[in-house]
């Protein structure tokens, strides 16, 4: 199976800063690696696909990047709506895998 | 637009079974794929299977193989993941996903229900 490490586990950010998280891959993905954003008591929403695509709707600010293994969800000018948990998920192999998931808080 | 909604979740005992429907709308779902995937509270999300648009290709974690069975019945636009053995680390909250892609898909679901909550306990 594919592991996904996900870093940081959380992050205090504030109103405007950008953030940056990176998921490791334990073997190549090929670039098949979706990010998503979860709310407590909410259905998670996609983000970003294919390592590097912005989902249809969601706001420029969030932007993805790899290299190699390493994957790279930033958001920069950080909005209220932004304070969320993040999971990186590998879709390249069954079973598919999420990270351990970071969560931005003030 | 849109939806998916998720249920049959509730208290079951341990070693039981529970079956769990998501309804889906909106969409043709007949080409699309659909997972499950399951957050224990507090925990991250899990992936737990899925099955292709026509039900040939199925596919589950190592944590719930040879006891959950995933199915759909196009004709009623309903997945479904009927759970056996039911442990107690099976407790969560089960949500239900659809491809972003129609056919062989991507595996990126674009919409995911609310969940249904499974506690697993005597």
């Known amino acids: 199976d594919i592991q996904m490490t996900q870093s940081p586990s959380s992050v205090s950010a504030s109103i405007g800063d950008t953030v940056t998280i990176t998921c490791r891959a334990s073997q190549g993905l090929g670039g098949w690696l979706g990010w998503y954003q979860h709310k407590p008591g909410k259905a998670p929403k996609l983000l970003i696909y294919a390592a590097t695509t912005l989902q249809t709707g969601v706001p420029s600010r969030f932007s993805g990047s790899r290299s190699g293994t390493d994957y790279t969800l930033t958001i920069t000018s950080l909005q209220p709506d932004d304070f969320a948990t993040y999971y990186c998920q590998q879709a390249n192999n069954f079973p598919l895998t999420f990270g351990g998931g970071t969560k931005v808080e003030i | 637009q849109v939806q998916l909604v998720e249920s049959g979740g509730g208290v079951v005992q341990p070693g039981r079974s529970l079956t769990l429907s998501c309804a889906a709308s909106?969409?043709?779902?007949?080409?699309?794929?659909v997972q499950w995937v399951r957050q224990v509270p507090g925990k991250g999300l899990e992936w737990v299977s899925f099955i292709s648009y026509d039900g040939r290709n199925i596919q589950y974690a190592d944590s719930v193989r040879g006891r959950f069975t995933i199915s759909r019945d196009n004709s009623e636009n309903t997945v479904y993941l009927q759970m056996n053995s039911l442990r107690p680390e099976d407790t969560a909250v089960y949500h239900c996903?659809?491809?972003?892609?129609?056919?062989?898909?991507?595996?990126?679901?674009?919409?995911w229900g609310q969940g249904t909550l499974v506690t697993v306990s005597s």
């Open positions: 909106g969409f043709t779902f007949s080409s699309y794929g």
């Open positions: 996903a659809k491809d972003r892609d129609y056919g062989a898909g991507s595996y990126f679901t674009d919409n």
